[in-house]
């Protein structure tokens, strides 16, 4: 499973580093990116659906593995 | 700096856009008549939103020179993402309105502004604002809370609004922006100046906004003699693009950091002591579980949102069957968003341990409250603190609770019993 943050949605509510921390970092502005390439490691999937149903402007996509 | 070294804004009132008489009538319908500054709204806003978005989703009002109020989330966040056909030119909706010409830098830049210009207004200021700057501003705001419920300690019955609440984030914008600590009596006044005073006869209104941006014209000399490192220096020597910021610009910024950052703040702390007050079940829960405030902060927001924004219509146009006039307002209700049923499950209880929440208590789209990671901050700090001194609490006596009236609401005095 891997992660976006749409940077043209994201507002930088900051909802989904606060909720899953080891997936999003804060920029300097305070906007949401995926950590790394956005690749989310097994036991942190719960928290990054978490965190994608948290986001206030629906700006994080989420790829499953196929 | 204006050409003229005088201040554009909030001179002479006749020649200041547009302003409306006062109205002093009783709310007959709030479909038809609603006041954001009726007392029985001010107490209980909830009843009457729930009613709207039922039975009449966007309401309408004559006061103020003409006004809507869509109701939905759906609605408030068409309108907040719509910035082609809603002007943020003035956010506070009132008897006045400042000229067209204000567009797009407004009174109070960047949340009174428009794009392109809002972009690189509200950018500038992001960085101060961001996680990382906000966190090294939480070991002074544990300090500072610590100290005021010190002081409380032994007593039987605290106001947790006036002698906590209301202190938190004075002292913490204060220290952002370099103002003097002793001048907090002064800035709760021109809070509730600005923003409770919609309905003033305009003179008035003008002199206290006068009274608000002389403060800040001598708040802005201290700072070109003593330059120092806080949010007022860095506006003085921040460009956008190549130019300083104008005059107007500078202390419009400061304008909104001192009055958005202060009764929001006091509002959200004090409503969340107030529920807690009122559900020992919840408190209870807290004080086990400290680790589930994150969560609880997130639902006392929603359910609470202290905030409503306003928008004025750009041009004449029909807006989902309503026919909106140019310069008719429309507020933004958050606090409504928020109870949406379609949005939110239970949505008009709290259910402290609310996992998905994807409420709008700090707005959306391009004006996202700059001072979100700030609030939270202070919120959370705020009742950490007070749970620790204080984890057994209950409303002394309910009836005793006031709340603000206006766009920015919360508890103004909270008298709680201190049990052993």
């Not at chain 2, 939905?72 to 006045?96: I, L, P, Q, W």
């Not at chain 2, 700090?381 to 006031?402: M, N, Q, Y």
Request: glycine letters at 6%.
């Amino acid at each position: 499973m891997k992660v976006h943050v749409d940077q043209e949605l994201c507002q930088g509510h900051g909802r989904c580093y606060a909720v899953a921390p080891e997936v999003f970092d804060a920029d300097e502005i305070g906007n949401g990116v995926e950590r790394g390439d956005g690749t989310v490691a097994a036991e942190q999937e719960s928290a990054a659906r978490l965190a994608v149903a948290n986001c206030p402007e629906n700006a994080i996509t989420i790829e499953e593995a196929s | 700096m204006t050409d003229t070294g005088e201040r554009k804004l909030y001179g002479e009132v006749e020649e200041q856009g547009f302003n409306n008489e006062p109205t002093e009538a009783p709310v007959e319908d709030f479909a038809t008549d609603f006041d954001h500054l009726d007392p029985v709204w001010a107490a209980d806003p909830y009843p009457i939103l729930d009613d709207l978005r039922e039975r009449c989703p966007i309401a309408h009002t004559e006061r103020y020179g003409g006004g809507w109020l869509p109701t939905r989330h759906e609605d408030v966040a068409a309108v907040a993402y719509d910035t082609d056909h809603f002007s943020s030119r003035m956010v506070v909706m009132g008897n006045h309105r400042p000229p067209f010409e204000l567009a797009p830098q407004g009174v109070a830049p960047p949340i009174s502004s428009d794009p392109p210009f809002h972009h690189d207004a509200r950018r500038l200021l992001l960085p101060a604002f961001a996680p990382r700057a906000i966190e090294r501003l939480e070991p002074f705001t544990r300090e500072f809370c610590h100290e005021l419920l010190s002081k409380l300690e032994g007593k039987s019955v605290i106001d947790a609004a006036v002698e906590y609440a209301q202190h938190v984030p004075v002292r913490v914008i204060a220290q952002m922006l370099g103002f003097p600590h002793e001048d907090a009596d002064r800035f709760r006044e021109f809070v509730k100046n600005v923003l409770e005073g919609v309905n003033a006869p305009i003179e008035e209104r003008f002199g206290d906004i006068q009274a608000l941006f002389g403060y800040l014209d001598e708040q802005v000399a201290d700072h070109q003699a003593n330059p120092r490192d806080d949010l007022t220096s860095f506006l003085l020597d921040a460009k956008m693009g190549d130019e300083p910021l104008n005059e107007d610009h500078v202390t419009g910024t400061m304008g909104l950091l001192l009055i958005a950052g202060i009764d929001t703040t006091w509002s959200a702390i004090g409503a969340s002591i107030w529920h807690l007050a009122g559900h020992p079940e919840d408190r209870e829960r807290l004080v086990a579980d400290p680790g589930l405030l994150p969560t609880a902060m997130e639902e006392l927001l929603r359910a609470f949102a202290p905030v409503t924004m306003a928008r004025l219509v750009k041009d004449d146009m029909e807006w989902n069957g309503c026919p909106m006039k140019r310069d008719d307002w429309v507020l933004l209700s958050f606090p409504s968003a928020n109870r949406d049923p379609e949005e939110f499950e239970q949505a008009d209880q709290v259910v402290i341990d609310r996992e998905v929440n994807r409420h709008a208590a700090f707005g959306l789209g391009i004006h996202r409250c700059i001072g979100s990671h700030l609030a939270r901050m202070e919120v959370r700090v705020g009742l950490e603190v007070w749970l620790e001194h204080f984890p057994r609490f209950s409303l002394a006596d309910p009836s005793a609770v006031t709340w603000s009236a206006g766009q920015v609401r919360g508890p103004r005095t909270i008298p709680v019993s201190i049990d052993s």
